[in-house]
């Protein structure tokens, strides 16, 4: 296996940065560059000069931390070298250990290795991708539950459970003459049912845990002068920022991304579009309807205290409507269910109210934040398909279908909940899913 290299840290400068080698040849390479280090004692930080080797002319003073396989992140020999964080000097270290023998590694290439070497599963690898993406408190949370390994436990007590089922399928077919039991098939029925419930919760958790991992787009829109700068402004206060690269985001429109009860919520003002011509309603109107496009959520201001007839009609499933100017008195616009809002962007009255009528339309209800969730399609795709094959198995238990036919739906589930961990990834598809995570990671 080859010894690999890569910067782990963000590209740029900083104080420092560290390049991480892993493969048999970490150590040797590591010695030729800084010949101090003969008596590296494994997981010690040690000072060093790294060396150019045909100069011995001094390149950077470090720190260097040997893991001698398997206890290191990859399950190789590792060698972090925290050298100054300067990118010339990165890129001389890294030039350096190629000379010697070194490959610069390929995305995601060290999580690879770690998951070949059987230090995580493939769900932990994602794990780590998304706790280095995550954006909120929250979803850091969730990200660390899976990278401590809690969805593969959730997955192995429902590969038991179904593992337990196949014995006593299988030992029943054995004995060719017998047919299982009636008391029998009511445990195994018994068993597939609390095992497909489990996998359908978890299954549904993606809504939410999709939420956190990803965030959603909120579009405040609106009649010129109804406020919405000012409610941007008050939202953008009061919820801390976060601070992240918006994809997307137009010249003309105003976005900022917040955090609201833990979500990544990119809050976009059209009124950062300005208007420029005299057909100012036609263009509002157009507006608005782009901009609800591209929404997951609409807050649709208005001025509470001079209703905007227009605007009310436009009003979406996706929308909450917003009366804003509460302070001016009551609203003059019939508050019509749930999904409308009291605010002042001005006093600030009514945005936790607001808050909470964000967080609750985009739950829909169903779904929680508590507990393990999923957070990526590839697994709510296994998920799915392990619970349509557990159903097809209790399908044809309640027709007494014999207990081979029984055994095929299982075996599939069985392998869809493998492919969650990685324990029946094909080769082709690591691939796939690893050329999504950075290099050096
Ligand atoms: P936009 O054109 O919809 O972005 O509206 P702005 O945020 O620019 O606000 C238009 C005017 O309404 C400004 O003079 C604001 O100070 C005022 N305004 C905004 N929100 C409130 C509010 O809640 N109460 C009161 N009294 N005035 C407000």
């Known amino acids: 296996m080859s010894t690999i290299v890569a910067l782990s840290t963000p590209v740029g400068r ?3 940065s560290v390049v991480r080698l892993s493969g048999d040849k970490s150590l040797v390479i590591a010695r030729l560059l800084a010949p101090q280090l003969d008596n590296v004692k494994a997981r010690y930080a040690t000072l060093a000069q790294l060396r150019y080797p045909e100069t011995g002319e001094v390149l950077d003073e470090v720190v260097i931390t040997y893991f001698q396989g398997p ?3 990859t399950g190789e020999d590792v060698v972090e070298i925290s050298c100054h964080g300067s990118p010339a000097i990165v890129r001389q270290i890294l030039d350096q250990t190629i000379n010697l023998g070194a490959r610069l590694a390929d995305p ?9 070497n059987g230090k995580i599963d493939l769900a932990q690898a994602e794990a780590i991708r998304d706790l280095i993406a995550a954006e909120t408190e929250a979803a850091v949370k969730q990200a660390s539950r899976q990278v401590g390994g809690e969805l593969a436990h959730t997955l192995s007590l429902f590969e038991s459970d179904l593992t337990k089922v196949m014995v006593l399928l299988e030992s029943a077919l054995e004995f060719v003459e017998d047919d299982l039991p009636p008391n029998q098939v009511e ?10 419930t489990g996998v359908e919760k978890l299954a549904n958790s993606y809504s939410a845990g999709r939420l956190l991992q990803h965030g959603v787009n909120v579009a405040i829109v609106g009649s010129p002068n109804v406020g919405k700068s000012s409610l941007f402004n008050r939202l953008v206060e009061q919820d801390r920022a976060i601070v992240t690269h918006i994809p997307g985001t137009t010249r003309d429109t105003l976005s900022h991304a917040i955090d609201i009860g833990g979500i990544p919520v990119v809050l976009v003002d059209t009124a950062g579009m300005r208007e420029t011509d005299d057909t100012v309603e036609s263009i509002g109107i157009e507006r608005t309807r782009r901009a609800m496009t591209d929404a997951d959520l609409v807050l649709q201001v208005v001025d509470g205290s001079e209703p905007d007839a227009a605007f009310l009609d436009e009003i979406s499933t996706a929308s909450i409507l917003v009366l804003n100017k509460s302070d001016l008195g009551p609203s003059v616009v019939s508050i019509k269910d749930a999904r409308s809002v009291r605010v002042s962007a001005l006093t600030g009255e009514g945005l936790d109210e607001l808050r909470a009528a964000i967080l609750a339309s985009l739950n829909r209800g169903d779904s929680s934040y508590e507990g393990l969730l999923i957070t990526n399609a590839r697994q709510f795709d296994l998920l799915s398909l392990a619970s349509m094959a557990i159903r097809e198995a209790l399908g044809l238990l309640g027709d007494r279908a014999s207990e081979e036919l029984v055994l095929v739906p299982l075996h599939n589930a069985l392998r869809y909940l493998g492919q ?14 690893f050329a999504t995570f950075c290099i050096g990671k």
């Open 71 to 73: 206890h290191s992140v």
């Open 14 to 16: 900083g104080a420092i």
């Open 108 to 116: 995601g290439e060290f999580s690879l290795r770690a998951l070949r």
């Open 420 to 433: 969650i961990t990685g324990e029946t990834t094909s080769e082709e598809i690591l691939g796939q899913i």
């Open 187 to 196: 445990s195994v029925v018994q068993l597939l049912t609390s095992t497909v």
